[in-house]
């Protein structure tokens, strides 16, 4: 029997989100935290169902390790490249879900974001600072 490869396994991942298997993605990710860096790749597939998929990943990873919300941190450096991205769809998504990891750092890419040429985006950062600036009320 030959071993899945990390190329096929990305693919199960992305056709499993489409599917609406997030709970079966959850448990792979929680078994297997290497997976969290592969979430830029993941974020960046053309299906709807997939980045939505994503976003949902992750809060309930979040909800699933309350106590320990730097075990979310790897995904960071795999989405902070997407708000670079040429697609404004990429660039909020990415930030939507780096907003939901609430990473080190974070402050500093929403602040990048304020200033994006799409007003869809600077809208999404606007949100991101009101959400954070209420929670230290």
Known sequence: MSE???KELLGVIKDFLEMGYVDNIVA???QEPRYLTWSGNILEDERFAVRLG???????????HPKNPEWLHP???ALVPLLDSGQPLI????????????????????????TDDDPQIREIAEDIME??????V
């Open 4 to 6: 899945v490869s990390d």
């Open 28 to 30: 792979m990710f929680d």
């Open 54 to 64: 994503v976003s949902v990943l992750f809060e309930e990873l979040k909800a699933r």
């Open 75 to 77: 995904a960071i450096a």
């Open 91 to 114: 660039r909020g998504e990415a930030l939507s879900v780096l907003a939901i990891i609430d990473g080190p750092g974070l402050a500093g890419h929403i602040d990048k974001m304020l």
């Open 131 to 136: 959400s954070i600036s209420q929670a230290q």
